[in-house]
């Protein structure tokens, strides 16, 4: 008798957490049930493919598969540098009085919704490039072997993997440095000490500090990762959209699976196998999703804790 | 030993996670009377009084076995909230809950156990409180303030009243002083001492001087057992046991 | 003159540089958004979206009400739907953390907040949309609540982690049911944190356009009917924001402007302020 109280409040709260629970089920299941026979019967072919035609039936995704990987790749590349600057920046190097604001600035970087980057790029910030970079990079690296082929193009446009890579860039980059700041804040003062101690300068405590938390970083660029794996509205705006084959080029335009999803699934509502095969890519971009998560795990020692944080 | 016992512990054993902390307990506690549980720390005392107001029910890994009665009630058959509020407690930390008055703090718990039918009644339930626990003087002009906002000793004293608000039959104190410094210290004490007039009074201590100073009953505890048991006086002036001595004498 | 190392100067131009851009996307939105929003004034607020000024001439009325009201409603809806399931499974993942049902909560509420947004969508696309045979701004609020709730339990679970064993036990030790003290006297301690969390979740849902493109629909009129289509500020967004129309770029980048400036902002900084009240 003495717990009954007690059991009624842990029912409750089960409540919530069973639907915690289902919710994840909300999320997987519609997306399995409605694309495994197609999985099963064109999954082959939606992986290694790069014909995509719906109208001719044809569902080759690979493209969109390779393209994601690319744009995540390049994003997560350049965001790296920029979130551990930040971090180092927003909690060491900043006037001590403003660093609340940093960190305040840093993450209303990730407050700004993707759709509105993606507009801002489509107006604003790829038309710039494109005029302005874009041929420069080209004829800058047009004689250089392997490099060349990610800068030639036979058009320059503003909406291609580049402007989308660096924007998806931007976005991503408060989510790693969140990560890394809180583990830099986090560092033992008498180790920075020791190194004062021995004679070190503040650049040596800094790289002191950012060797000691390498597993965090390491965490955060995955996790950032993550994000630019999945990153929609903003991508579909600025890749430029064009489902023909990958090629392995930054001012190409391009496609993901993500953006490719946005741009056809209304017109695939019509289309049984269109509308399918374009649930099936999102399936593959949660396994692949999973698939970093999962070695995120696997790498970093703090990644658990990190993700919980971020 | 006065015939008239409160509270009776008999072969109390406390496992957390599968360590056994209590070796089996076996303590009278005379009504009316300030008994000190001493002993280094790691002993097992506050184990003891969480056993005694079964605070250890909501932790999964904790095992209570034995028994432990409360005016000849078995304290595990009865409504752990009723028990609760026959046997109050004072933590190691002042512990109020710092976002409320320390008018509130003191009246929250009448009112959820429905103790007071007026505002009027509730007043003086928490004048009366606070007097006892030596803060009315320094509060009453300000009953509104956050308890946060007091210092160690004020939250200290302000749980006090908090706990005999309540009009407990026993009250538990787990350390009540050792987070504060020499003069809270001693205020309090002198407040426990008052106390024992309404109240019997349980306190643990790592410190036997505090007990010397101010309990009627000590039980010295090492080890999850009672080494020995006895009035104060005949403990700190002829202890038996080898063990007691030395901790007295402050060589353990 | 003290020399700087290469390094931190190149930490500096890093930051620098992506604050500047961060500032340069706000400072876009407010010159180009925020002169359309002084135009077309109160009228921007309660007309409905025009139609093509290619097919009907110039609009009499040019409004964004449609989809400020949308992105309100369905917000609202998706905060019905997502604060009793988040609070609570805080709650139980702070408290009874050591039950199966709790770290399995945890988990999958970390791991939701992994999940692309548009996947949600699409997921309420098959699971509502399909059998209602029709947009509408609940099936939105549904996706949206799905991103929605691990913000909650989350912050929801820190808050309640963050208050002392020993405060709990205070109130525990007077007698009082669990329960009570849990919902009742910690109420005070631990508001600020889950006002943290719901401002933050609203915020998240807010700007997302991914999910509610093919659960939400669209609708030029204002409906206040949860069961049909309904436009809103990010889908406005992104469909105006292709298009070859003056007028309708025009209100894309008004839409940014009530987005960011109007909602999403003010969001983030009162859950500062709330934040900031509370350090006592």
């Known amino acids: 008798m003495t717990r009954i109280k007690e059991r009624r409040l842990l029912a409750l709260l089960g409540i919530g957490g069973v639907l915690v629970l289902a919710a994840i089920f909300v999320v997987l299941f519609p997306l399995l049930a409605n694309s495994y026979t197609f999985l099963l019967k064109r999954g082959v072919e939606l992986v290694t493919s790069m014909d995509w035609s719906p109208m001719m039936n044809q569902f080759g995704g690979l493209q969109f598969i390779l393209g994601s990987l690319w744009v995540t790749f390049w994003s997560t590349l350049l965001a790296t540098p920029l979130a551990v600057s930040l971090a180092v920046f927003a909690s060491d190097l900043s006037p001590r009085r403003l660093r609340g604001l940093f960190g305040g600035l840093v993450d209303l970087i990730a407050a700004i919704p993707s759709v509105v980057y993606g507009y801002w790029g489509l107006m604003i910030f790829g038309p710039l490039l494109a005029s302005t970079v874009y041929p420069l990079l080209q004829s800058a690296f047009s004689g250089v072997p392997l490099l060349s082929t990610l800068f030639s193009t036979n058009a320059i446009t503003p909406q291609c993997f580049m402007t989308a890579v660096l924007v998806l860039a931007l976005m991503i980059t408060p989510y790693a440095s969140a990560i890394i700041r809180n583990a830099y804040e986090m560092t033992p003062k008498d180790m920075i000490e020791a190194v004062y101690a021995l004679g070190g300068s503040k650049w040596d405590a800094i790289k002191m500090t950012l060797s000691y938390i390498k597993s965090s970083i390491l965490a955060g660029v995955i996790i950032a990762a993550g994000r630019a794996l999945g990153e929609t509205m903003a991508v579909t705006m600025l890749i430029g959209n064009s489902v023909g084959p990958f090629k392995p080029c930054l001012l190409c335009r391009g496609a993901t699976i993500t953006s490719i999803v946005v741009n056809e699934f209304q017109e695939a509502m019509m289309n049984p196998s269109h509308s399918e095969a374009l649930t099936a890519l999102i399936v593959i971009l949660i396994a692949m999703g999973s698939v970093l998560l999962y070695l995120g795990r696997k790498i970093s020692k703090n990644f658990v804790e990190a993700e919980i944080h971020a | ?252 | 003159m003290r020399k700087v190392h290469p390094g931190i100067l190149a930490i500096y131009l890093l930051s620098f540089l992506a604050l500047g851009l961060l500032l340069w996307v706000l400072g876009a939105i407010l010159v180009n958004g925020l002169p359309v929003v002084l135009h077309y004034g109160v009228q921007l607020f309660t007309a409905n979206i025009p139609p093509p000024v290619f097919f009907f001439g110039p609009p009499p009325e040019v409004g964004l009400a449609p989809a400020i009201v949308g992105t309100l409603m369905i917000v609202f809806i998706a905060l019905l739907i997502s604060f009793p399931i988040g609070f609570l499974a805080g709650v139980l993942i702070s408290e009874f953390y050591y039950t199966r049902l709790a770290k399995a909560a945890e988990h999958v509420a970390s791991l939701l907040v992994e999940v692309p947004t548009i996947a949600a969508g699409i997921a309420i696309y098959w699971l509502i949309v399909v059998p209602t045979q029709g947009f509408s701004a609940i099936a939105g609020s549904v996706a949206l609540s799905l991103i929605m709730i691990p913000y909650i339990a989350l912050y929801t679970a820190e808050a309640y982690r963050k208050v002392p064993k020993l405060i709990k036990e205070g109130g525990l030790a007077l007698g009082i049911p669990y329960s009570k003290v849990l919902f009742k006297i910690l109420r005070g301690l631990v508001a600020p944190g889950v006002i943290t969390g719901v401002l933050i979740a609203l915020a998240k849902a807010a700007g997302e356009a991914a999910p509610l493109l093919f659960t939400a629909g669209w609708s030029n009129k204002v409906s206040l009917d949860p069961f049909q289509p309904s436009a809103s500020l990010s889908v406005l967004i992104y469909k105006f924001g292709f298009s070859s129309q003056e007028l309708w770029l025009k209100l894309s980048w008004a839409a940014s402007f009530i987005l960011v400036f109007m909602i999403i902002l003010p969001l983030i900084i009162i859950s500062k302020l709330v934040v900031r009240k509370h350090e006592f």
């Open chain 2, 1 to 252: 030993m006065s015939s008239d016992i409160i509270l009776k512990i008999e072969k109390l054993k406390v496992k957390i996670s599968g360590k056994e902390i209590l070796k089996g307990i076996d303590l009278e506690v005379p009504r009316g009377s300030i008994f000190a549980i001493m002993g280094p720390s790691g002993s097992g005392k506050s184990t003891l009084l969480r056993a005694i107001n079964r605070l250890w029910d909501l932790y999964p890994d904790v095992e209570v076995e034995g028994k432990i009665l409360l005016e000849g009630r078995d304290v595990y058959q009865m409504d752990p909230h009723e028990l609760r509020k026959m046997v109050g407690m004072v933590f190691q930390r002042p512990n109020p809950f710092p976002h409320m008055s320390i008018f509130d703090n003191v009246a929250i718990g009448p009112k959820m156990h429905k103790m007071v039918k007026s505002k009027e009644e509730l007043e003086r339930l928490v004048e009366w409180s606070l007097k006892r626990a030596y803060l009315w003087d320094e509060v009453k002009d300000d009953l509104k303030r956050k308890a946060g906002r007091l210092s160690g000793g004020q939250q200290q004293r302000l749980c006090i009243a908090r706990a005999i608000a309540l009009k407990p039959k026993v009250l538990l104190m787990d350390e009540p002083t050792s987070a504060l410094d020499v003069v809270s210290t001693k205020r309090i004490e002198e407040n426990i001492v008052e106390l024992k007039k309404e109240f019997t009074v349980l306190i643990v201590t790592h410190n036997p001087q505090q007990a010397a100073r101010i309990s009627d009953y000590v039980a010295f505890i090492y080890d999850g057992k009672v080494v020995e048991v006895g009035p104060t006086s005949e403990i700190f002036t002829r202890p038996k046991h080898e063990l007691t001595e030395k901790y007295v004498l402050g060589k353990v």
